[in-house]
C-alpha cells in the first residue's frame, strides 16, 4: 500500500507564504515524477507545477516566479513554496506522484486527500 500525506496548508493573507509538504510512504521501489494539483470552488483541478526525479521542475504559467516546487529523494517528500500568495489562490491542493510498487514492480499514480489553503484578508 501507498500513500501521499500533504501538510502545511492553512489561513494566510494576501501577499503572504505558505510550503505545502507531501510525503509517500509505504510499499514504494522508486518514486517518478512528483507534483502539485489545486481545486478551486467551482473550478476544474488544474496543475500547479512538477518536478522529476533528476530535479528537473515545470510550472504552470500563472505560478511561475511566485511558487517554487522541490523534492527530498530520500525522504520521499515534495514540497510547493508559495509566495505573494493572492485571494484567486485559495484552494485545496493535492499532491500527485507517480511510483513503482516494490511488491507487483507496477507503476501507478497516486493522489493525495488534499490540503486546504485558503488566502484572505
Known amino acids: 500500500q501507498v500513500q501521499l500525506v500533504e501538510s502545511g496548508g492553512g489561513l494566510v493573507q494576501p501577499g503572504g507564504s505558505l510550503t505545502l509538504s507531501c510525503a509517500a510512504s509505504?510499499?514504494?521501489?522508486?518514486?517518478?515524477?512528483m507534483a502539485w494539483y489545486r481545486q478551486a470552488p467551482g473550478k476544474q483541478r488544474e496543475s500547479v507545477a512538477s518536478?522529476?526525479?533528476?530535479?528537473?521542475?515545470n510550472y504552470a504559467h500563472s505560478m511561475r516566479g511566485r511558487f517554487t516546487i522541490s523534492r527530498d529523494n530520500a525522504k520521499n517528500t515534495v514540497y510547493l513554496q508559495m509566495n505573494n500568495l493572492q485571494p484567486e489562490d485559495t484552494a485545496v491542493y493535492y499532491c500527485?506522484?507517480?511510483?513503482?510498487?516494490?511488491?507487483?514492480?507496477?507503476?501507478?499514480?497516486?493522489w493525495g486527500q488534499g490540503t486546504q489553503v485558503t488566502v484572505s484578508s
Open positions: 518536478v522529476t526525479s533528476g530535479g528537473s521542475t
Open positions: 509505504g510499499n514504494i521501489l522508486t518514486v517518478n515524477y
Open positions: 500527485n506522484a507517480e511510483i513503482k510498487v516494490q511488491s507487483t514492480f507496477v507503476t501507478l499514480v497516486y
